[in-house]
Nanobody
Framework: VQLVESGGGLVQAGDSLRLSCVVS????????MGWYRQAPGKQRELVAY????????TYADFVKGRATISRDNAKNTLYLQLDTLRPEDTAIYYC??????????WGQGTQVTVSS
């Protein structure tokens, strides 16, 4: 599997970002996919996940109402729109299948830094 995340950056509180993840090596359209994040000194946590079949999605409480996960199965690409960003959203964001195996391969992630 290959996971290539992009779209992060340095933004101010209240700004928006759209993250992308291009996936190869799996039957992307059949897989539940998730966005995860890891802040400095903290464990990786789930942000949101989306089903492959009907694109229904679930969000962590800390992004509910501020994030939208979506996918383009024709492009093997997963997206995460983040709005009204907060300093506490600062983290490296990763995509992977959901749930991610304890032995899962992780890409390099994309850094999101939100200044106050």
């Amino acid at each position: 599997v290959q996971l290539v995340e992009s779209g992060g950056g340095l933004v101010q509180a209240g700004d928006s970002l759209r993250l992308s993840c291009v996936v190869s090596g799996i039957a992307f359209g059949l897989e539940r996919m998730g966005w995860y994040r890891q802040a400095p000194g903290k464990q990786r946590e789930l942000v949101a996940y989306i089903f492959g079949s009907d694109s229904s999605a679930t969000y962590a409480d800390f992004v509910k109402g501020r994030a939208t996960i979506s996918r383009d199965n024709a492009k093997n690409t997963l997206y995460l729109q983040l709005d009204t960003l907060r300093p506490e959203d600062t983290a490296i964001y990763y995509c992977n299948t959901y749930p991610a195996s304890p032995f899962a391969y992780w890409g390099q992630g994309t850094q999101v830094t939100v200044s106050s």
